[in-house]
């Protein structure tokens, strides 16, 4: 079996990857690198001149081979590997005719948990923008929906212009909103999108500890992975981080820097399913937990669920 071609297609913020080979077989991938659609494009078919020809089962070869081929490193050469690296694998489950989770060691659990990225607008309230009590209704839908763990973004509209003691007052609020609406037997996620500097981040973090949230996620920008390791350090918030980090390396260095309790590759962006097994037993061997992270679609939602089984 051989690889006959491949394929990019761009659509909306999303590029999907597809391997051909000349037995018959598809395999399907995609990047995360969705800010960048046009420059992943331009990867993938320059590592489609490589590929044409070889063994599509020799994953771990060609991972190395398209990671290295050139002296760049970065999110765009990332997320093309990662969505090749997909579709290898996809072409490996069928070829073999086994889930691609069985040929990763197989299954530690029977389910997959989910957590809700939710708004704080309520339909019949939309003028109002994001609201504790739009929050709190919100919240309560989730529970009673049977999500076991939801998430917003807590920080109060207009934040960047508060004064330090109104922008904890006001995302205080929302917080205690989201408890009360999601009960004591939801966990509950902070998503901050790397909106804060690292003085603010810490100075947040203290009042929010009684709301016991899951995690504190990506509370700073990805300027700096010894920041972010830090941050972990000198929170009381159990802190999760890297949906946009790219390589086991970086992943390493956030570890020994201090640590994330909680990890976050995007298997679109983080080498796909070959690089974010390899993150995976990198996180275990420091006791954080893997959450993947994925919201671009139900390409990256199949890879996903093969890994998190894969995980425990």
Avoid at 164 to 186: C, F, K, Q, Y
Avoid at 268 to 277: A, E, H
């Amino acid at each position: 079996m051989k690889i006959e071609r491949v394929e990019s297609i761009l659509a909306g913020n999303s590029q999907i990857v597809r391997v051909i080979t000349d037995n018959g077989l598809i395999g399907v991938g995609q990047s995360a690198c969705w800010g960048y659609l046009e420059a992943t494009d331009a990867v993938v078919k320059k590592f489609a001149d490589y590929l044409v020809g070889k063994d599509p089962l020799d994953i771990e070869h060609h991972w190395q081979y398209m990671y290295r081929m050139g002296p760049f490193r970065g999110s765009v050469i990332s997320g093309a590997v990662s969505a090749v690296d997909i579709a290898l694998w996809d072409i490996k489950g069928k070829a073999l005719e086994a889930p691609v989770w069985q040929l990763l060691g197989g299954k530690v659990r029977d389910k997959i948990r989910l957590h809700l990225l939710m708004g704080g607008i309520r339909p019949d309230a939309a003028d109002q923008g994001t609201t504790p009590e739009g929050i709190r209704l919100n919240s309560r839908d989730a529970a009673e929906e049977g999500y076991t763990a939801i998430k917003i973004d807590p920080l109060p509209d207009g934040f960047q212009s508060m004064t330090l003691p109104r922008l904890i007052h006001d995302t205080r609020e929302n917080v205690a909103a989201m408890r009360e609406g999601a009960g004591l037997d939801v966990d509950i996620i902070l998503e901050i999108h790397r909106k804060l500097t690292p003085m603010n981040a810490i100075a947040l973090a203290e009042h929010l500890i009684e709301f016991s949230p899951l995690f504190y996620e990506d509370p700073i920008q990805i300027d700096s992975v010894k920041s972010q390791g830090e941050i972990a350090k000198l929170t009381k918030l159990p802190v999760a981080n890297g949906e946009r980090m790219h390589s086991i390396w970086e992943f390493r260095e956030l570890f020994e820097a201090g640590g994330s309790q909680y990890v976050r590759p995007d298997l679109g962006l983080g080498g796909g399913v070959t690089g974010v097994k390899k993150i995976a037993g990198l996180a275990e061997s420091y006791h954080s937990a893997l959450v993947t992270h994925n919201f671009l679609g139900p390409v990256l939602t199949a890879a996903a669920c093969n890994i998190d089984p894969f995980h425990s």
